[in-house]
């Protein structure tokens, strides 16, 4: 697996993001003595490409994702974004591009408003919070909303309504890349 490195901003390499990201004969295996759960995988996605990822329980989606997004390394092949290979000397660039959504998301007890911005009040963006609210569709629920305290771990709303206040949290952050893992899981037929 690619490690941490402590020292980001001196250590890391530049990594660009203009056209797409390439894997290269990708195998992975999370035991040496299994089968591989990828087997010789070959991929472009185009930068402003909507990519959707299906298939049934253990087929290897979620892996796929996390190799894509450099939590795991590949044990053959290699991951090029704009012909440039994914390695640690540029991994830590690579995911600050990267906005994630996952299945198990984190809502705090606090306002609505404070988990979609990551309590950065002193950033604040208004445009940008209202992008996120309409594209996750939080918009037709009325301004008093986003002033509600949630409860622990989101326990006021419904588990559509959470989920969608992690994926406007994704907006929000404005990354060129949003990986949804399961986006649409508690939501329902209308909002899907």
């Known amino acids: 697996n690619f490690k941490t490195i402590e020292n980001k901003n001196t250590l890391q390499e530049n990594i660009m993001f203009g056209k ?10 999370y035991d040496k003595k299994e089968n591989f759960v990828l087997n010789d995988i ?3 996605i185009k930068k402003n490409e909507c990519l959707g990822i299906y298939g049934r329980s253990g087929s290897g989606k979620t892996t796929l994702i996390d190799l894509i997004s450099g939590l795991l390394k590949p044990e053959k092949g290699k991951i090029y974004i704009d012909e440039q290979a994914l390695k640690e000397s540029n991994l830590y660039n690579w995911q600050k591009k990267i906005s994630y959504v996952s299945q ?12 979609i911005i990551f309590f950065d009040q002193k950033n604040f963006n208004q445009e940008k919070f209202n992008k996120a609210v309409k594209i996750s569709q939080l918009d037709e629920v009325g301004e008093g909303f986003f002033n509600q305290i949630v ?3 989101g326990s006021l709303l419904s588990g559509g309504q959470n ?8 907006i ?4 060129e890349i949003i990986i949804f893992d399961e986006p649409s899981s508690m939501l329902d037929e209308e909002t899907k």
Not at 104 to 115: L, M
Not at 172 to 175: A, E, L, R, V
């Open 172 to 175: 929000y952050q404005d990354k």
């Open 42 to 44: 070959n991929l472009k």
């Open 163 to 170: 989920q969608r206040i992690a994926i406007a949290r994704s």
């Open 104 to 115: 198990n998301f984190y809502i705090f007890n606090n306002k609505i408003k404070n988990n």
């Open 151 to 153: 409860g622990e771990t």
């Open 20 to 29: 797409e990201i390439e894997l290269k004969n990708i195998f992975y295996r």
